[in-house]
Nanobody, 128 residues
C-alpha cells in the first residue's frame, strides 16, 4: 500500500510561486502515474496536471498551462508541482493521486476515478 503526503502549500501573493511536493511511502512511485488535482470550496475537483510512470510524459489543464510544471524524482520518491504566476483563482486544496501503471507505463491518467491512492491535500491560498 502506497501512502501519499502533499506539502508545500501556503499563502502567497498573486504573481508569486510555490512548489508542492507529493512524497510516497510504503512503495516506490516508479511504475505509478501521478496526477495533481485541486478543489476550491463549492467547486468540483479539477484535474490540473499529469505525469506518466515512464518517459515522464506530461500534460496540463488549460487553466494552468504555461504557469505550472509537473516533474518527478524517483530517487526521492517524490512528484513536484511548480506553480508560478499564481492567481487568486488558483486558491484551492491541492491533492496528488497515484495509480500503478506497470502494464501501461507510457500512459497519462486523466480522470480522478482512475486513481486509487490519494494524499490528504495541502491548502494553497493566493491573495490579490
Amino acid at each position: 500500500e502506497v501512502q501519499l503526503v502533499e506539502s508545500g502549500g501556503g499563502l502567497v501573493q498573486a504573481g508569486g510561486s510555490l512548489r508542492l511536493s507529493c512524497t510516497a511511502s510504503g512503495s516506490t512511485l516508479d511504475t505509478y502515474a501521478v496526477g495533481w488535482f485541486r478543489q476550491a470550496p463549492g467547486d468540483e475537483r479539477e484535474g490540473i496536471s499529469y505525469i506518466s510512470s515512464s518517459i515522464y510524459s506530461t500534460d496540463y489543464a488549460d487553466s494552468v498551462k504555461g504557469r505550472f510544471t509537473i516533474s518527478r524524482d524517483n530517487a526521492k520518491n517524490t512528484v513536484y508541482l511548480q506553480m508560478n504566476s499564481l492567481k487568486p483563482e488558483d486558491t484551492a486544496v491541492y491533492y496528488c493521486a497515484a495509480v500503478d501503471t506497470a502494464d501501461r507505463t507510457l500512459e497519462l491518467v486523466y480522470y480522478d476515478w482512475e486513481y486509487d491512492h490519494w494524499g490528504q491535500g495541502t491548502q494553497v491560498t493566493v491573495s490579490s
